[in-house]
């Protein structure tokens, strides 16, 4: 199923994508609840995401559309990756999970931040050594 939801403005999308940083990476997790954490969450933050890149490029704004892009790879954001790492070596079963399960648990802990090989590996090795 799938659903159409329309904004005034860019500004709007932009808003919402900063209240889910904010959300993800500024406030205790006790405080966030199971928001940051949830895949459903994850999914959303990332289709806004992509909805305000392809906004940019169909406007004409491809270097403002680069740029915006660019900003929420997970690359750029180092400093948040000792947080991700805490956040997913408290997983529950974190030892249990295989790579694949690992990287999708951090792919939605990162949610709006795309990740990328190199961030994956890095704060699954911090969170490895956080047990």
């Given amino acids: 199923m799938s659903e159409l939801a329309e904004f005034?403005?860019?500004a709007q999308l932009r808003v919402l994508l900063r209240a889910a940083m904010v959300l993800k990476f500024d406030i205790p997790e006790a405080?966030?609840?199971?928001?940051?954490?949830?895949?459903v969450f994850a999914s959303a933050v990332h289709r806004l995401r992509d909805a305000l890149v392809a906004a940019l490029e169909s406007t004409g704004s491809s270097a403002a559309a680069r740029t915006e892009a660019g900003w929420?790879?997970?690359a750029e954001h180092p400093h948040q990756w000792e947080l991700l790492a805490r956040r997913a070596s408290n997983h529950p079963r974190w030892a249990e999970l295989d790579g694949k399960a690992r990287r999708d648990w951090v792919e939605t802990l990162a949610a709006p931040l795309v990740a990328d090989e190199e961030s994956l590996t890095a704060i699954i090795t911090r969170a490895d050594g956080e047990r």
Avoid: I, T, V
């Fill in 31 to 39: 405080s966030a609840g199971p928001l940051a954490g949830s895949p």
């Fill in 8 to 10: 005034d403005d860019l």
């Fill in 72 to 74: 929420y790879r997970l």
